[in-house]
Nanobody, 118 residues
Framework: QVQLVESGGGLVQAGGSVRLSCTAS????????MGWFRQAPGKEREFVAA????????YYADSVKGRFTISGDNAKNTVYLQMNSLKPEDTAVYYC???????????WGQGTQVTVSL
């Protein structure tokens, strides 16, 4: 089994910054990518950002481009999400996820709350 442990959420004022971290551990595996999703109250879970280990390509949702940066360490199965210029609409539970070639986004963290106040 694979476990994902997230950290770094919290309460921040609009315009501020937060950095999320996530480390995957457990059985030996080689993920295709790691990423972040979020779910706001009353809304569906949505994609935020992903990093593909082969080549290091990164992808972002349009709503976070230019404000969020995803990075990571393949050898440590660790991914980070640097979130700058936060807006109240960024308030959500942020989930770390691991993508495998066979099953797509297969493993999920427990989520970490990010609340952006005015």
């Amino acid at each position: 089994q694979v476990q994902l442990v997230e950290s770094g959420g919290g309460l921040v004022q609009a315009g501020g910054s937060v950095r999320l971290s996530c480390t995957a551990s457990g059985r030996t595996f080689s993920p295709d990518a790691m990423g972040w999703f979020r779910q706001a109250p009353g809304k569906e879970r949505e994609f935020v950002a992903a990093i593909y280990w082969s080549g290091g390509s990164t992808y972002y949702a349009d709503s976070v481009k230019g404000r969020f940066t995803i990075s990571g360490d393949n050898a440590k199965n660790t991914v980070y999400l640097q979130m700058n210029s936060l807006k109240p609409e960024d308030t959500a539970v942020y989930y770390c996820a691991v993508r495998t070639r066979v099953r797509g986004w297969e493993y999920w963290g427990q989520g970490t709350q990010v609340t952006v106040s005015l």
